[in-house]
């Protein structure tokens, strides 16, 4: 396969996911009290949301790839 269809590939994939998940979230430690040996800390989950043009721009991106490799290949 094709480097550049290879990526167009990836990029739509990636691109869908976006579009389905529409952000992600991870869990940070974050410490609330220190003092001396005493310590207290907290999970806190935070999100980061993405909005849905960066899905249609990467799906649109995929395409755009998948059909420049084709066309190069003739």
Known sequence: MKPLSL???ILIVLGLAALAYQGFSYTSREKIVDIGPLEATANTEKTVPLPPIVGIVAVAGGV????????KSR
Request: charge should be positive; avoid cysteine.
């Open 7 to 9: 990526a167009g590939i």
């Open 64 to 71: 755009a790839l998948l059909v420049a490799g084709s066309r």
